[in-house]
Structure formats: C-alpha cells, structure tokens
C-alpha cells in the first residue's frame, strides 16, 4: 500500500511519516551481510505537529509495516490517535532483501 492510499482511506486521521532505514546486522548462510530488522527511524512528516513536507514521492513510497493491524480496539476507536507509517527508501531495497 502506498502512503497515498492510506492517506485516502483515513482522510481525517493524524498520521505519522516514518523514514526507516535498515542496517545490515547479521550474516546470512551465504556469509553476506543482511538485514535481521535492526536499523534507524526518522520522523519525515507528522501531522499533529505539521512538521516535515508531504511531498509528491513522498505520497508514492509503499508503507513497510502494518498500521492497522498493530492497534488494540481502543486505539482503532479513540479519534485523536496517530498512525505511524514506515517506509524504506527506494536505495534500500536490495539490501533489504
């Protein structure tokens, strides 16, 4: 899912842009170096504080993580909740992999 789409579907909901950056932090079978989940977040865009630019790439990155399906019921339900929305820049992927 794109931020875009997410946007589109909560369109009165705070969100949180998160920037995520994996770290290559284990050794595969093959002796490479991979990525075992560790890695640096930095906030990109917030909405509650409006800080950071919703740009248009911005807007196209794909989500990484579940916003949605972390949530307990009372989180789904209280209106001044923010979701956070990871992605992983575009220079990252093959390293992720």
């Known amino acids: 899912m794109k931020v875009y789409d997410f946007i589109t579907a909560h369109p009165d909901s705070h969100i949180r842009i998160i920037r995520y950056v994996p770290a290559p932090d284990i050794i595969d079978e093959h002796g490479n170096l991979s990525c075992g989940g560790e890695g640096t ?8 504080t409006g800080d950071g630019d919703l740009s248009p790439d911005l807007m196209l ?6 916003p ?3 949530l307990t019921d009372d ?5 001044d909740h ?7 820049p ?3 992927w ?3 992999r």
């Open 41 to 48: 977040s930095t906030v990109v865009f917030d909405s509650t």
């Open 61 to 66: 990155m794909d989500i990484i993580n579940s």
């Open 68 to 70: 949605e399906d972390e």
């Open 75 to 79: 989180e789904l339900t209280d209106p």
């Open 82 to 88: 923010v979701y956070e929305l990871e992605y992983m």
């Open 90 to 92: 575009d220079e990252y």
């Open 94 to 96: 093959a390293l992720w």
